[in-house]
């Protein structure tokens, strides 16, 4: 994992929020932390599992509609984690009780 200095700069160049009263997504926190952590995109595709290829193209711009599954696993292998508690989710997508 990343050491404390790395981690420090990152918070310092990054802003890590994200919906709220924040036109920012998640997917624009994951490339920032990609892009300011000066790692090459093969050592962070080994540290969240997934090929070199699927963090260049999030890098880059190329992918439009990540799976949540991949910008997850990029906040874990920079040791943040999500938050969702202040997300609110439209009625439609609220668990029903089972018939």
């Known amino acids: 994992m990343i050491a404390a ?9 990054v802003a890590l929020t994200a919906l709220g009263n924040s036109t ?4 624009d926190v994951a490339i920032d932390l990609i892009n ?9 595709a080994e540290e969240t599992y ?7 193209n999030l890098a880059t711009g190329k992918t439009k509609r990540p799976q949540a599954e991949t910008i997850e696993r990029i906040f874990r292998a920079f040791e943040y ?3 969702m508690k202040a997300v609110k989710l439209s009625a439609k997508y609220a ?5």
């Open 81 to 83: 984690q999500l938050d």
């Open 95 to 99: 668990n029903r009780a089972k018939q």
């Open 24 to 27: 920012r997504s998640l997917q």
């Open 36 to 44: 300011a952590s000066g790692w090459k995109y093969k050592v962070i």
């Open 5 to 13: 200095q790395i981690r420090q700069q990152i918070n310092a160049n």
């Open 50 to 56: 997934l090929c070199p290829s699927t963090i260049k």
